[in-house]
């Protein structure tokens, strides 16, 4: 503990780290955790000496606690947390990379997204794919891959051929893609003359092959970026995506508490 305000920097960004690895591996309960104690050290008077590291210490938080909007589905309470983080993102523009504010978009229009607002949705993910294209490709191509899934829900169909060659074109440039990535990446390849009749049978079938991936610990990169496998299920099962994710949410809990009990 001594050691944090001598190297105050690596321990914020330690924790930042620390709450994205809970976040790829969906570890609700050291989330929660992690979280906790992040937001105590931001009320320290050490946190807030020097703007630095009260700037990032704030960046951070925000972006976790849209993080667990996004592992519990609950997307309309995160949706309330996005006018406060923009004006912090103005408020700290001097100490804020593209590349924050890349991500930060992102993760807006994934709240806008799983809400319904898919017209918002695209939005923000038109400040990236209309951005700069010399930071992440990975991201580029997912959000690409959620621009096509907003004007799915949209009912743009005729749209959706040159959206999904889009798509198919940067994961074309992704390097050592996961399992996952490379079942959507065949999926749009060979769905590109899929009619809307089509397109639900084939979700099916994508489903089918990449459900189990889903407790994959080596698949963690493309359901951190899109719980993709959701979305499916809500397109099969007709629920909403919230719904879906909320329900494995509790799920998860459900089993930790019952472990934890046993144990």
């Not at 038109?126 to 949209?154: F, T, V, W």
């Not at 099969?236 to 919230?242: A, D, E, F, R, T």
């Amino acid at each position: 503990p001594q050691m944090i305000m001598v190297e105050m920097g690596h321990y914020v960004k330690g924790m930042h780290n620390l709450l994205n690895a809970h976040f790829d591996l969906r570890n609700f309960q050291g989330f929660e955790l992690a979280l906790r104690k992040f937001e105590g050290f931001a009320q320290t008077p050490a946190a807030n000496e020097h703007d630095n590291f009260r700037t990032h210490t704030s960046i951070y938080i925000n972006s976790a606690r849209i993080n667990q909007h996004l592992m519990k589905g609950t997307f309309e309470e995160g949706l309330e947390l996005i006018p406060a983080i923009e004006k912090k993102l103005d408020e700290y523009s001097l100490y804020v990379d593209r590349h924050r504010i890349l991500v930060f978009n992102y993760k807006f229009a994934s709240l806008y997204f799983g809400s319904g607002d898919y017209k918002k949705a695209i939005d923000y993910l038109h400040k990236i794919i209309n951005g700069p294209l010399d930071l992440r490709i990975d991201l580029q191509c997912y959000a690409r891959l959620l621009h096509l899934m907003s004007h799915y829900e949209l009912k743009n169909y005729d749209l959706i051929e040159s959206l999904t060659k889009s798509v198919y074109r940067f994961m074309a440039k992704m390097k050592n893609l996961t399992v996952a990535e490379e079942e959507i990446f065949l999926f749009l390849k060979t769905s590109f003359g899929f009619s809307p009749s089509q397109l639900k049978p084939g979700l099916e079938k994508l489903l089918h092959k990449i459900k189990h991936l889903e407790k994959s610990r080596h698949e963690t990169r493309a359901f951190a970026y899109l719980d993709i496998i959701s979305w499916i299920e809500s397109k099969v099962y007709n629920k909403s995506m919230g719904e879906i994710i909320y329900s494995k949410y509790l799920q998860r809990r459900k089993r930790i508490y019952i472990k934890d009990t046993v144990e």
